[in-house]
């Protein structure tokens, strides 16, 4: 009963958000007009159901090409660097007028972004004949095989079928990390084979300047209880846990103990000068979270890539991570990693913090070709053979 109110609700949600976005385009009409002018160089419009910090990256990207005009379209509020990188930015609260806009803007790319939600990207791919664009879909976090199924249909009804779809039929894939080759390989997905590994590479060349903390650890990303665990450990060899997540939650700040500082949100750019003055970080989940409890499965730790890996490169930091096989092997390449016990994380954190000792990597241009301006020019290629095939 519970999960056929979900689903009802889904949909009415959806018809209501419809009805919403035609009322504004009827009350706006002359106004979105103005708003959309043609550009004089080819258009990339970005699409997403909400703000994610990897948007930010490419959108950089894209500008260190010099040759594509990038827009963005957002089911979520717009919180981006905005440093000059979009020409225009809208907001929509349905698929419907996200292919309104396009119509008129009339580009050559429409990249999509789905985080966990693929409403907007399924409407778009299904009616993507009547679109002149090439449609990019960049999965950022990949459903299938990578998530409990039982979780998913109890909460977000609908969408393991929508990202199939979509992971099927876009005229190509984005990839920040490698999970679709799971859905590919091991649930036998007919992915389009037109397609980029680009992760959120790093903003600039890496550097260490800045005076180091002394006995801190940091973690960037959303707070889990899994967290307190090592905190309590980590009080009694006098080290402190800091955390910059997206959200600060006020309530939770004063329940932690005193060695856990939560920061406030920061811009994705602004994190890496602050980033700097940290000797050590932790990559969770896998390394303390009891997976067996987890929404994810087993196959998402192998699979995954973060883009807070190439924050944490670009800063220099040594990394404790136990079992994110890709990210792991990521890091090791880079002599980044302080490899963590799977079975006892915990205890080998805290035998490995005992006798750590800050160090830099021998080669200091070993990242450079890491960064979103030496990497731009893939991504601009991928585009161009995108076009080139109409």
């Known amino acids: ?26 009350a706006n009409y002359l106004i979105l007009n103005n708003q959309i002018n043609e550009a004089k160089s080819p258009t990339i419009v970005f699409v997403t159901n909400k703000y994610i910090p990897r948007i930010d990256k490419l959108a950089l990207a894209v500008k260190y090409s010099n040759f594509f005009t990038a827009i963005v379209i957002s089911c ?10 979009f020409k225009e930015t809208h907001m929509v609260k349905s698929p ?25 990207a399924y ?12 449609i990019v879909f960049d999965d950022y976090d990949v459903f299938a095989g990578m ?43 007919k992915i389009n084979k037109h397609r980029i590994f680009f992760p959120e590479y790093m903003w600039n060349s890496a ?66 000068e602050y ?3 940290y000797p050590v970080a932790i990559q969770f ?41 890709f990210q792991r092997w990521i890091l090791k390449r880079y002599q980044r990693v302080i490899e963590v016990d799977e079975m006892n994380p915990v205890d080998d954190i805290i035998r490995k913090l005992t006798i750590f000792e800050p160090s830099l990597p021998k080669n200091k241009d070993k990242y450079n070709h890491l960064t979103l301006r030496a990497q731009a020019p893939r991504l601009f290629n991928f585009y161009m053979s995108l076009i080139s095939e109409n």
């Open 96 to 120: 419907f007028k996200t292919f309104w806009l396009i119509k008129r803007i009339k580009p050559a790319i429409v990249h999509i972004f789905s985080s966990w939600n693929f409403d907007q």
């Open 147 to 189: 998530l409990q199924k039982d979780h998913v249909e109890k909460l977000f009804p609908f969408q393991f079928k929508k990202e199939k779809y979509c992971l099927e039929n876009a005229d190509a894939h984005c990839c920040r990390s490698i999970e679709t080759q799971f859905a590919k390989r091991h649930l036998n997905y």
């Open 207 to 272: 550097n260490d300047k800045g005076t180091k903390k002394n006995n801190v650890v940091v973690y960037v990303g959303n707070f889990n209880i899994g967290i307190l665990k090592l905190a309590e450990a980590l009080q009694k060899i006098k080290w402190t846990l800091e955390i910059y997540s997206a959200f600060f939650i006020k309530d939770l700040k004063d329940s932690l103990p005193q060695n856990v500082i939560v920061h406030e949100p920061l811009k994705p750019s602004e994190l890496i």
């Open 1 to 26: 009963m519970l999960l056929l109110w979900k689903k009802i609700r889904c949909y009415f949600v959806f018809y209501k958000n419809i009805i919403k976005d035609l009322a504004d385009i009827v």
């Open 76 to 85: 979520g509020y717009v919180n981006y660097e905005n440093t000059g990188m």
């Open 285 to 325: 989940p896998g390394c303390i979270l009891d997976k067996r409890n987890s929404i994810y499965t087993f196959e998402k730790y192998k699979y995954a890539a973060s883009g807070k890996i190439f924050d944490y490169l670009e800063a220099r930091l040594c990394v404790l991570i136990s079992d994110e096989l």
């Open 123 to 134: 409407w778009l791919i299904r009616h993507k004949k009547k679109l002149s664009a090439k």
């Open 275 to 277: 980033l700097r003055l």
